[in-house]
């Protein structure tokens, strides 16, 4: 099974940017889908962006035109490229896996890293 380590995450000011990174235990090119999602105090978990292994990426209406999701499989990692922040942005973010197993699907998550966007 797939392990998944986040990092990147930290104290930025508004208009700032950070760089998040996923690392995978294992290959990644197989899996179906992954992603980030995001959870604030008192919120459900959301999704932040993802990107499935044909290259389709779809974005939050939040973050559209701000974040960019990358998938490099030859280092078994995911980014996150988070520009011009808000502190709506403010968040514990989590990488998460999707993979099929003959007709079906088991998701994994990551431990999470902090996201804190404050003058």
């Known amino acids: 099974q797939v392990q998944l380590v986040e990092s990147g995450g930290g104290l930025v000011q508004p208009g700032g940017s950070l760089r998040l990174s996923c690392q995978a235990s294992?290959?990644?090119?197989?899996?179906?889908?992954m992603g980030w999602y995001r959870q604030a105090p008192g919120e459900q978990r959301d999704l932040v962006a993802s990107?499935?292994?044909?290259?389709?990426?779809t974005y939050g209406d939040s973050v559209k035109g701000r974040f960019t999701i990358s998938r490099d499989n030859a280092n078994n990692a995911l980014h996150l490229q988070m520009n011009n922040l808000r502190p709506d942005d403010t968040a514990v973010y989590y990488c998460k896996s999707d993979q099929t197993f003959g007709d079906a699907m088991y998701a994994t998550w990551g431990q999470g890293t902090q996201v804190t966007v404050s003058s």
């Open positions: 990107v499935t292994n044909s290259g389709l990426a």
């Open positions: 294992g290959n990644i090119a197989s899996i179906y889908a």
